[in-house]
């Protein structure tokens, strides 16, 4: 036992040392991106795109080499378009939970421990693996009863290096928080705690087992759509047993043709599962990539691996039936409100920016004829809004809205003509009755804003009477208030500063120097002197300069 103490702390330490490695070499290359003169022929925008795809890819690679935790991490930042670059997003969107598997005699040990006397139920147990991944791999089984399984077995070790690898995330994220920039508009620390709790949650199979038993019966009158059933006798924290239902890759379509199954109609199924599952029950497959969806025999859809689900709250789900009615409308102020009383905009901001990009964005999405990746196209305007803007999009909605593009590309992978946009149809029609509540919700809403119109237009005489009063006084005062001209002559006027600060540099300079050479060379010391401030206060408005500068040339803000 005294070599694994002495051994744990130097394990501790060298972990800590390899993760702190990794982020103080992003912070550099960040760094090093930020500045115009490490771009050869000049910076552009094609240029630092190029850069963030490269950085985006070398970070995928580092979280692959961390390890498990690291794998999940890069997943959750990939639900955070408001933290990271768009392409960052993406990149991060495709890591994939693949690592190399674990022996056999290791799998069987778990078991043992796990199950007890209740593992001699378990016969037949294939030693290779069906799959493997950063937190557990799946065997095939049969049981002593010839019902046919699959065992998810969780990587040994794996709680304790998680907790090591989540506190050293927590310490990353309080030295992210101490930072003016970084720290600005967001809370770094709280994000390493949802990351705790939902890393932790992900390594107890247990609550995999629950959501899976809850999906299962969410589709258990639709014959369309197989869910594998728990066997509860023989899952426990770290081993989830499960039905054994086979069937092809939902994207083969090669082999789904050749089985007789018409790929249009899985794309459907596909598609109107999903929108079941958001409209109708607000419980929903997060994780839903083609590794995680199969076809069976008769054509019927097959979900696998649940530790990955979304939930919509009551509340949210009225919301989105809100934003949808004020979206099919083409309405972007009624949208922009709806999205502020979600919590989704800042309510302390100037929305008029923001109606512009969003009333741009339904033009551009919601007319016909409807592009086949509508929603690809929307969710990647959306990254590219909420980046650096007071947008706070809840995970849960960019879980939706990737499900949804993930789906739109199975679809047109197995069918060219499909169109999530016209299966939706029939979905959202309840969703905009208030999630399917009745008729009277859209009435009460009607009556309320006509009620809204009438006391306005009651007010507006006396409205107009009092400004024309102001007006004939003379107190009346037109305000115009135009951000990019702002912007421009705040610029000017610092760049002016600029120019007198380097006048008055070369000045002292030269006066310096003109003293220094004289008979008299101590009084150079008094404008050497007030060189001191001078120098200080040229390099301060060029660092100014320089931070306006990479603010104009970050994603979104030249529409801002």
Wanted: proline share 5%.
């Amino acid at each position: 036992m005294a070599p694994t103490v002495r051994l744990a702390p130097l394990r501790r330490t060298r972990r800590a040392l390899r993760i702190w490695r990794t982020v103080l070499t992003l912070i550099a290359l960040l760094w090093w991106d930020g500045q115009t003169w490490t771009y050869r022929g000049g910076v552009s925008p094609e240029r630092r795109q190029e850069r963030q795809r490269q950085r985006a890819q070398w970070l995928t690679a580092e979280l692959l080499t961390l390890g498990s935790a690291f794998i999940k991490l890069g997943q959750l930042l990939s639900a955070r378009p408001d933290v990271l670059p768009a392409g960052w997003v993406a990149e991060l969107a495709e890591l994939q939970d693949r690592v190399p598997a674990f022996s056999f005699d290791r799998v069987q040990s778990v078991l043992e421990e796990e199950l007890g006397q209740r593992c001699a139920e378990v016969v037949d147990l294939d030693p290779d693996p069906l799959g493997a991944a950063s937190l557990a791999q799946v065997h095939r089984a049969s049981l002593r009863s010839g019902r046919q399984v699959v065992l998810k077995v969780q990587r040994p070790g794996l709680d304790s290096l998680f907790r090591l690898d989540l506190d050293v995330m927590h310490q990353v994220a309080v030295v992210l928080q101490r930072h003016p920039s970084w720290g600005r508009g967001r809370d770094w620390p709280a994000m390493a705690r949802e990351c705790r709790r939902v890393l932790l949650r992900e390594l107890d199979f247990r609550v995999e087992a629950q959501y899976a038993a809850r999906f299962r019966q969410q589709f258990l009158d639709d014959e369309q759509i197989r869910i594998p059933a728990v066997i509860w006798e023989l899952s426990t924290r770290k081993v989830l047993c499960l039905d054994y239902l086979p069937g092809i890759k939902v994207n083969d379509r090669e082999a789904l043709v050749e089985a007789g199954i018409d790929p249009s109609a899985v794309a459907e199924i596909g598609a109107a599962s999903y929108l079941k599952q958001l409209v109708r029950f607000g419980f929903f497959h997060a994780d839903p990539h083609p590794g995680n969806l199969a076809v069976a025999a008769d054509g019927a859809l097959i979900y696998y691996d649940f530790g990955m689900m979304g939930l919509l709250s009551d509340g949210l789900r009225r919301r989105l039936g809100a934003m949808v009615r004020a979206a099919a409308s083409r309405d972007s102020a009624a949208l922009v409100e709806q999205m502020q009383a979600a919590g989704v905009i800042a309510a302390d901001i100037d929305v008029g920016p923001v109606r512009r990009l969003v009333r741009l964005m339904l033009q551009d999405a919601l007319t016909p004829p409807f592009s086949s990746n509508v929603i690809d196209k929307l969710s990647g305007d959306l990254y590219e809004l909420v980046y650096g803007q007071p947008f706070r999009l809840p995970v849960e909605l960019i879980f939706v809205m990737r499900a949804l593009s993930t789906f739109e590309g199975v679809g047109r992978s197995l069918d060219p003509a499909f169109s999530l946009v016209a299966i939706a149809k029939p979905y959202l029609l309840p969703l905009m009755t208030s999630s399917g509540a009745g008729s009277n919700d859209l009435f009460n809403e009607i009556s309320r804003q006509v009620g809204a119109l009438s006391s306005r237009a009651v007010a507006l005489p006396k409205r107009l009477d009092d400004s024309l009063e102001r007006l004939e006084q003379g107190d009346l005062q037109l305000q115009v208030r135009l951000g990019e001209s702002d912007r421009q002559f705040r610029r000017m006027i610092t760049v002016q500063q600029s120019i007198g600060q380097s006048v008055l540099l070369g000045c002292l300079a030269l006066s310096t120097a003109l003293l220094a050479a004289s008979s008299r060379p101590f009084w150079s010391l008094l404008p050497a002197a007030a060189t001191v401030p001078v120098a200080f206060g040229w390099v301060s408005i060029q660092l100014r300069l320089r931070r306006d500068q990479r603010l104009e040339q970050m994603p979104g803000s030249s529409r801002s």
